[in-house]
């Protein structure tokens, strides 16, 4: 992965649920795809305040992704920033494996493989 957008300045973050900007994330992906033709879109990303796997918002989201021909994904990532009971934070990752749901994925850390 080489960058992730923030949510935009019109994002609406709650307690149980968060909207991205989609115009301003739009305009980021945009941006470094033209800047970098060999990139493509991999997929979202966002936090849960608890440790907890995609809500079925997050589901259909991916569904709407993948159903996207801007996109170019057919199965996009999702990428979970969850804050642990120990008040850390974890990545947790889902890939859309059918047309009913997401797959947990492993997250592999180069950096510390072999420690
Ligand atoms: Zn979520």
Redesign the pocket.
């Known amino acids: 992965m080489q960058i992730a957008s923030d949510a935009g300045p019109n994002a609406r973050h709650e307690n149980s649920r968060?909207t991205r900007d989609g115009e301003y994330a739009q305009s980021c992906l945009e941006a470094a795809i033209r800047e970098n033709r060999d990139w493509a879109y991999l997929g979202e990303w966002?936090s849960?305040p608890i440790d907890v796997g995609?809500?079925p918002?997050?589901t259909l989201s991916m569904a709407w992704v993948a159903e996207q021909d801007a996109y170019a994904q057919p199965k996009p990532l999702?990428i979970?920033a969850c804050k642990t009971s120990a008040n850390k934070w974890l990545l947790r990752a889902y890939a859309r494996w059918s047309k009913r749901g997401l797959r947990k994925i492993p997250i592999i850390d180069e950096d510390r493989r072999g420690v």
Do not use: I, N, Q
């Open positions: 968060f966002h849960h995609p809500s918002t997050d999702l979970v």
